[in-house]
């Protein structure tokens, strides 16, 4: 993940699966919606940032509690 100052009052957010973390296009829309939800959850706590997030590997379906609360420790220590 990488975050940068906007300069606004509001975050925006931008999301790059590639065919390396997920072969099939229903798996590479499933990690960009969990990023977009756990983003929309949290977004006043990010106010002020661009933030791109480039997942490096796939999830299963036993680990995406976890993943959403990494990603929203993340989207914080980011912008701290």
């Known amino acids: 993940m990488q975050a940068r100052p906007n300069g606004r ?8 699966v590639g065919k390396r973390v997920a072969a ?8 960009k919606r ?8 949290h ?3 990010v ?4 933030l791109l997030v480039r997942p ?5 379906s036993s680990e995406l509690d ?4 990494d990603l929203h420790a993340l989207l914080v220590a980011v912008v701290r």
Not at 47 to 50: R, T
Not at 66 to 69: D, G, K, L, P, S
């Open 66 to 69: 976890e993943a959403r609360e």
């Open 34 to 41: 969990l990023v977009r939800e756990t983003f929309r959850r």
């Open 47 to 50: 106010a002020g940032f661009d």
């Open 24 to 31: 099939l296009a229903v798996d590479r829309s499933f990690l």
């Open 56 to 60: 490096r590997r796939g999830l299963s």
């Open 43 to 45: 977004r006043e706590e």
């Open 9 to 16: 009052c509001w975050a925006r957010l931008g999301v790059v």
